[in-house]
């Protein structure tokens, strides 16, 4: 009887096994599918989308796409949730358990958890292999006779996002497939390596995405983290290329580490490590770990998720510009087909390791909220934003808050007490009023708002690879203060408007100080509304104003009729500004509305220049800033018919960050000067300044440097530490308080003093005709970040903002790009001010 017994049971297991290699040549791979051979030619987006609908299809019990958005373009953004048919049949529960065990959802788990890990290819669409291996992953991960994939989803299912940038990937690949011939050319110098301005790496509006993980200033990040939240899974894993020439790099990760990763996500660094080597040792593959990709800056796809508790890393294959194939220094030809291979090894090596560690990451993944919630990292345990004078700053903050789902509320009452104060950088005594804001690190996610809030970095080793500060209520320009005792809020914070006092009233006054008011004088303007500024500080019917007030006068706008009223009215409860009204144009203090010192805005014919030369991200936080931001209209340049463009249409010329010795040739230059002569205005950010530094009629020059000295003391040098002295000329985003003139238009609506992420060490004199708006003076070490010691020489006594009459029109200097990724929100309004207010 027990021979028959195994006997049948042999026969079950053949037949099962015949059965589940049949279902699986039934499954097309992607070269069956897609009709290719892999790294023969590079997958257009579609082709990878379809090829993922499919598997979805023939999977239905293991296999769940969801769209959570769609690109600028119009292309959807897709994550195919991977699981055994016994997980699948309880993925939300599985989500929710897990939201449950450590603090993000109400209720108590209901069994245990498999350990959940995501995947991202391709943030950076230039950076092509990677969506190109994602249909090979999902094949292999469903492959029914494979152990390993099998082992892998038993205890852990895979959400795999196949392309994070699709409108920069079909960028790059839609260059690719048109100047490639039959045969790929392995030559360095042909075309086909050549991509073109603005490259395939950032999104539509040129933004890095690797860089917005935190901010979320972009779609994609938005429409991303909103599902990311909803799973927040234990592990990601983050696909990229790098140059060509290099080696593949993989875990464990360089320092500086930030100093509240945990010791679980240290060691499993190594464990990964172990896990990505062994394809690679067994293949003769080159590799390094250890060097250039650090874990400090939060908005990483490898920072963001640890510092919420998983483990994140991020893999890089030498590819970038490679194409189908290149031929390299050391006589190789490296091909897609290689790189798709390397990126295959390693997607299913870090699936294993959190496989492999899959109960122990749960338990101490649930560990690493428990602890944020009874006892939080950091020095300091609550913070508190000052609120009155600054409600709408505050309100841009608390909205960054809420899309974060971070917990916070009101003081609820007076008291004093003690704390470090952001703005005087110091600790101090102060009270709290029943209306500021108050929030705790007693809370799931604290160990996150830390980093974001901390009012210092603690750098463990400078040669960092991003910016080493970041810290919000800096960003935000807000009265804050650190706190090292608990602080429970009270009630979420109600914000009442002010409405209008009189029906139709002489004039409306809405006070000029955060981006809230800038984007509502952008849409007056944009309705057709006439509006001045204040030029000074005033009073009218026991009402006090500051420089920049937007005065709105009935005078002027009478072709509107009932309606001026009407689009006043509606645009300001729409952005919740408060407006203020006087009877009267005569005023009690400072100009009457109809002085010389109230200048009349004039809707400016906005141009920004762009292409080779011109830095792509730069170009594009600006032109996101007009069309997404203040949705306001502006014309986009190019820099190869720059010279032949009649500028006399245009008010307004945006030169962004970049290298402009090439555009700014002597002919040009003598047009732009004589532009600007006869009214028009220039903004020069940071590197554009150089094509103009020095040259004749502007008034910007470089600091005269004791040169000798220098050489002198650089003669005698050690080799071996050449790459970290050559950071001793950097500051890789510090933060410097500046003093400002907010006498000045270009200053209008800040305080004496203004942060400012200084990206480089730039050394402009002080202007010597013009108006030096924001400067760096004695204090030379920043509050925040780190400054090399020759960076923090030439930031001292330098200018950072400024302008300069020219002829009739205006030169604005600004040396730090204020729209730096879109995340320094207190730096908009002094663009705006740049646009809208200087020179009227």
Known sequence: MKQIFTFITCLTFIFSLEFQTKAQTTIQSPEEFLKFKKGERFLRHHQVVSY????????????????????????????????????????????????????????????????????????????????????????????????????????????????????????????????????????????????????????????????????????????????????????????????????????????????????????FQTILGNYNKRDFDKNGWLFFSKERFDLLYPSYGDTYPTYNGAFGMTYEQGGIGAGLGISKRDGDTLTLKQRIDHHFSTSFACMEAISANADKTVTEFIKFFDNAQKSPVGQYKSFVFKTKGNESRVREFLSFLDRENFQYGTAGK???????????????????????????????????LKILLEPKTMVEDTMTYDITSWSLPFAYGLNAFAVKDRINPSAKPTFITSSPKTEKPYAYMAKWQSFTDLKFLSALLKKGIKVRSAGKPFEVENQAFNEGTLIITR????????????????????????????????????????????????????????????????????WHFFDKQIDYPATILGESYFGSTDLSKFDVLVLTDGSYGKILDE??????????????????????????????????????????????????????????????????????????????????????????????????????????????????????????????????NSLIFGTQDLGRGQVVYLANDPLFRGFWQNGKLLFGNAVFVVGN
């Open 555 to 622: 005078t002027g706008n009478e072709r509107l009729g009932d309606n001026f009223d009407k689009i006043v009215k509606a645009e300001a409860e729409k952005l919740q500004v408060n407006l203020y009204t006087s009877t009267t144009g005569m005023v009690t203090k400072g100009s009457d509305f109809g002085s010389d010192y109230v200048s009349f805005l004039k809707a400016p014919k906005v141009a920004i220049l762009s292409g080779d030369g011109v830095a792509s991200t730069s170009f594009g936080a600006t």
């Open 414 to 448: 007076s008291m004093m007490a003690s704390g470090f104060s952001y703005q005087d950088d110091k600790n101090e005594t102060f009270q709290i009023d029943a209306e500021d804001i108050v929030l705790n690190l007693y809370q799931p996610r604290s160990t996150f």
């Open 667 to 796: 002919k040009n230059l003598g047009k732009l000067k004589d532009w600007v002569k006869a009214g028009g205005k220039l903004i020069a950010v940071q590197g554009a300044i150089n094509g103009l530094a020095g040259k004749d009629g502007f008034d910007i020059k470089h600091k005269e440097e004791d040169k000798k000295k220098e050489e002198d003391k650089d003669k005698l040098k050690v080799y071996a530490n050449a790459e970290r002295e050559s950071i001793s000329e950097e500051t890789p985003g510090s933060i410097y308080k500046l003093t400002m003139d907010n006498t000045n238009p270009l200053a209008f609506g800040y305080d004496k003093n203004y942060f400012s992420l200084v990206l480089e060490s730039s050394d402009y004199q002080y202007l010597s005709s013009g108006w030096n708006v924001g400067v760096i003076k004695d204090n030379k070490v920043p509050v925040a970040g780190f400054a090399g010691s020759k960076a923090q020489e030439k930031l001292k």
């Open 52 to 267: 993922y609908e499919y598997i979805a299809q023939q999977f239905p019990n293991q296999v769940k796409l969801i769209q959570y958005g769609l690109t600028n373009e119009g292309r959807p953004l897709m994550v195919a949730v991977v699981a055994s048919p016994e997980n699948f049949t309880q993925l939300d529960e599985i989500r929710t358990n897990n939201l449950k065990s450590i603090g993000l959802m109400e209720g108590k788990p209901t069994k245990k958890q498999p350990a959940i890990a995501w995947i991202s290819y391709n943030v950076h669409g230039n950076e092509s292999c990677s969506s190109n291996t994602a249909p090979f992953v999902i094949y292999e991960l469903l492959n029914k006779l494979n152990e390993r994939s099998k082992g892998i989803l038993s205890n852990t299912v895979v959400m795999l996002d196949p392309c994070i940038n699709p409108d920069g990937y079909d960028r790059y690949v839609n260059f690719y497939n048109q100047k490639v011939g039959s045969n790929f050319n392995p030559l360095s110098s042909s075309v086909e390596h050549k991509e073109p301005w603005p490259g395939g790496r950032p999104n539509h509006y040129l933004f890095d995405l690797n860089r917005d993980w935190a901010w979320q200033t972009q779609k994609e990040s938005q429409e991303r983290m909103a599902l990311y939240r909803q799973w927040m899974p234990h592990l990601h894993a983050d696909f990229h290329e790098q140059g060509y020439e290099n080696p593949y790099y993989f875990s464990p990760a360089a320092k500086p580490f930030h100093e509240d990763i945990t010791p679980w996500q240290r060691e």
